[in-house]
C-alpha cells in the first residue's frame, strides 16, 4: 500500500500543472530526483553492506569547466545539462553491467534505480526545453561512457566500488541541478515582476 501511495505521489509530480512554470517543474523534478538518488545508494549499501568501511578513491567522474570564471545561469543549466547527460550514460552502463552480471532482477533497488533513471530522463527533457531556442537543439540521449570508465573497473569489489561511485555523482548533481534550476527559476520570476 506504501509503495503505491509513493507511486501515485510520483505520478502526480510528473504531471504538468496548471499556472507552474517550465523552471518550477524542473526544480521540483530535480528535487525528486536528488531524493530518489539518496534512496538509491541506501538501498545499494544495504545489499552491499562492506561499503560503510570504504570510501571510493578518485575525484568526480563528471566534470566541467566553464569557459568563463563567472558563468551566466543560462551557461551553468547548459553545463548541468552535460553533466545530466552524462550521468545518464553512466547510469546506463550501471543498469547494463549489473544485468550482465546478476540478471534481471525484481527487488527494490532495480526498482529505485529504473525511477532514477526515468527521473533523470524527465529532467534532461526539462532542462531541454529550458536550453532550446530557434537556432539551437539540446539533445537529450545519454552521452554513453561504457567503455571507458567500467573496463576500468577490474574484478568484483571494484565494479562494486565504481557503481558506488555513479550513484554519488547522481546524488550530487541531481543536488547540483536542484540549486541551479532554483537560480534561474527566481531570476525568470524577478524578471516577470520587473
Known amino acids: ?29 530535480a528535487r525528486l530526483l536528488h531524493q530518489e538518488c539518496n534512496h538509491l545508494i541506501e538501498l545499494y549499501r544495504k545489499r552491499e553492506n562492506f561499503l560503510s568501511d570504504h570510501t571510493p578513491e578518485g575525484g568526480r567522474i563528471v566534470s566541467f569547466s566553464p569557459d568563463s570564471e563567472e558563468p551566466s545561469t543560462e551557461e551553468q543549466v547548459q553545463l548541468l545539462h552535460s553533466a545530466l547527460r552524462q550521468c545518464l550514460g553512466l547510469l546506463h552502463c550501471l543498469i547494463l553491467k549489473e544485468e550482465e552480471e546478476m540478471g534481471e532482477l525484481e527487488g527494490e533497488y532495480e526498482t529505485m534505480r529504473k525511477t532514477v533513471r526515468t527521473r533523470l530522463v524527465h529532467l534532461l527533457h526539462s532542462t531541454r526545453v529550458l ?38 555523482e547522481l546524488i550530487h548533481w541531481a543536488d547540483h541541478a536542484s540549486q541551479t534550476l532554483h537560480v534561474l527559476h527566481t531570476e525568470k520570476e524577478n524578471e516577470e515582476e520587473i
Open 131 to 168: 536550453l532550446e531556442t530557434e537556432d539551437t537543439t539540446v539533445e537529450v540521449t545519454p552521452d554513453d561512457q561504457c567503455n571507458e570508465e567500467v573496463d576500468g573497473a577490474v574484478g568484483s569489489f571494484a565494479a562494486k566500488m565504481w557503481t558506488y561511485r555513479v550513484l554519488l
Open 1 to 29: 500500500m506504501a509503495e503505491q501511495e509513493k507511486q501515485i505521489t510520483i505520478d502526480v509530480l510528473d504531471m504538468p500543472v496548471p499556472g507552474r512554470s517550465c523552471t518550477e517543474r524542473a526544480v521540483a523534478l
